[in-house]
């Protein structure tokens, strides 16, 4: 299941969007209207008397969070909460007058600087490098960004540190429509996989995900189905063999303002994972 949900995240987080940095944090999140702060809460989820019920706190995953935007719609400042909802690190980010995140400081509980993220960009506002700062100044990794010339951003390239011939590489091409097509993953040894998409007719919502390995050959398929509000309410893998893997279902509780405070999560048709969120609008 790890596998099936965090390739999906990690889809919708990076791929929404034909430019590398969208028009606003806010997309990221599935956030609309001036949201200024969102608490993201994950719970275990359980079937009693045939109602879905919160459990204790999910702590497999992601770390429960309050993220900030200022009224651009760009994140600030992040917050990350540990078991006992005490502070375990935060993330201050500085942005220049476009929205562009110029750096990055996180912080431990107690205010200690342990990590440092600096980022770079052209003359039209692309990121174009972003590197990790060691305490002593030093950088530890880094990452290269490139364009084409319909400013789509077509690959990057992350080394393990300064010097190093570690690294691993993601290529992307488009459609006519600018919409991702695939996704090419590449490491010090060559290629490592590829992750074909289709989408529903003319839309911009993928509703198949090809899944390649190293040879070319399908290892994985995934068919996603939205509800009206284009969010992701089912996602069913298979093997090559179309032998079913996985089956994701969500149901979502929505605000006056038609964004998502609750999401339920069933895995193979069982209560799976409760996240909460609270939203404070400007």
């Known amino acids: 299941m790890k596998y099936l949900i965090s390739l999906l995240s990690l889809f919708f987080l990076t791929s929404c969007s034909p430019e590398y940095k ?18 993201i809460y994950h719970f275990k989820a359980y079937e009693e008397n045939s109602e879905i019920k919160k459990g204790k706190k999910d702590l497999s995953g992601e770390q429960d969070k309050t993220i900030s935007f200022n009224k651009k719609g760009f ?11 005490s ?11 476009k929205g562009n995140c110029l750096k990055e400081l996180k912080y431990n509980a107690n205010e200690q600087l ?3 993220w600096n980022m770079t960009y052209d003359e039209r506002g692309r990121k174009i490098q972003k590197g990790r700062l060691l305490n002593n100044g030093n950088i530890f990794n880094y990452a ?6 319909k400013n789509r951003l077509i690959s990057r390239k992350d080394f393990l540190y300064l010097d190093s ?3 691993d590489s993601l290529v992307w091409t488009y459609d006519k429509r600018d919409r991702q097509v695939t996704e090419e993953r590449y490491g010090y040894r060559g290629k490592t996989s590829m992750t074909k998409l289709s989408y529903i007719g003319q839309s ?7 899944l390649y390995d190293n040879k070319g050959d399908l290892a994985n398929i995934i068919l996603i189905e939205y509800n009206k509000q284009g969010h992701m309410t089912k996602a069913i893998q298979y093997n090559a063999d179309t032998i079913l893997i996985a089956n994701v279902e969500i149901d979502y509780k929505y605000d006056s303002k038609k964004n998502w405070i609750k ?12 996240i909460e969120r609270k939203i404070i609008y400007y």
């Open 114 to 116: 342990i990590g440092e």
């Open 87 to 97: 502070l375990d690190t935060k993330v201050i980010r500085e942005l220049d007058d």
């Open 144 to 149: 290269f960004f490139h364009y084409d010339d």
């Open 165 to 167: 011939q570690l690294y």
């Open 263 to 274: 999401k339920t999560q069933f895995f193979n048709q069982k209560a799976q994972q409760i």
């Open 22 to 39: 969208p028009e606003k944090d806010l997309s990221l999140y599935e956030l609309k209207s001036k949201v200024n702060h969102v608490s």
């Open 75 to 85: 994140i600030t400042q992040i917050y990350f909460y540990g078991q006992s909802d």
């Open 204 to 210: 911009e919502l993928a509703d198949s995900l090809f």
